[in-house]
């Protein structure tokens, strides 16, 4: 089991990365994580600098998972692991440099993610900028402040109407803003440790590669390579995917954004909170942003494939270690908010695809079908996809015929 609330586990894995015997038996959870991020010191090692890495996150009521354990049952003592690292990371390489901005989305603790943070940050002694950088920022003075992000986000007139989406690219904003030497690698990941930071030199590589590429986007699972992390040990395909509770949920939404966004069709976890960017290709995108709920990850991604064209987005496998604690995860049973997901991506398409490359054929069939989806009949059909999958090996290549969906409704 890897419990990213163990101080000493989550240091084994860097040990044991190093090269050195991690002390006592630590698992294949451990063992699997180091061997990832050991390939991604390789590789940041080959890449020529100088490189300067962003790391941005939001907040949201992470005041327990922020603190030590000893402070806390969830407590992932979070900002000092990152921190370390990064350190990790980048220790021996002297033309890569790093920071980090996070920003709070409102938290209503009190204290708040901002003042815990902010607190660590004074009692560890991190600098406001340049290498090692640590900063705080809180998304209701950024939203006061006047400072103009996109036309959409300068709207916004409350912490609520955002659902970290908002957040995020404040922080985005914040970080390809600042004014760096050589290559700006932006990365936005989650707040807590399920993806270790220390991977993040296998996003850096193919961005600071010279092959056109401008984003790429950590895979939990579907890829070669990527290895989930539950509860009873690390698990790569098929069985990551495959022996998800919610595997056709997922399937489904990913059939219906493959058919009506086919620019992100090779982009199998559009969700996972593990991205990078070069910064200068970020920043015009940022003005176009709109959404701030789930379809933030999409929506993004949307627009760097109709600038830089979909080859431009790369996908790298990673290893993801699943955290629910304290986390307010949707049923792994089709209900409301998996089918608000599926919505979302009808608006997304209507949005921006449709103007530009609207769908025919099955894709065109597919979309009738969906404006006319309720809940009882996406309930029903996720269902009888569960009844007939009985033995069926494929995952995401995996393209229901829509005069079989009807049959089903």
Known sequence: MRDLTDSDQNEAVLTLASGDPAPGDRGPAVAAEAAAVARSRERLAAVPGPVHLTVVWAMYGETGRIVPRSQHPHGEDFVRAKVRQLDWLTAGLPSVTWSIVACDDGCPDQ???ADVMERIVAAEGYPASGHRGVRVLRLADVLTSGASISPEFDRLTSTDQSRKGGSILAALAAAVADDVPGRHVVAYTDADLSANLAQLGSLVA?????SGVVGALGQRYGLE???LVKPDGPHTEPRSTGDKPDKLIVLFRHYVRALLIPSLAH???TQAGFKAFDATALRPVLPEMTSFNETFDVELLIHLAQRYGAEALAVEPIVFTEDFAATNF?????????LAMVRQVVDLYDRFVAPVE???GEAADLLDLLRTLDLDGYVRLIEQLRADDAGDPTLFERRW???ELREYL
């Open 330 to 338: 949707p049923s792994v049973d089709p209900g409301a908010r998996h």
């Open 267 to 269: 982009v199998l976890d």
């Open 401 to 403: 015929p829509v005069t």
């Open 358 to 360: 609207p769908v025919t």
């Open 111 to 113: 204290p708040s993610s």
């Open 206 to 210: 193919p961005i600071a590669g010279g």
């Open 225 to 227: 390579g990527a290895v």
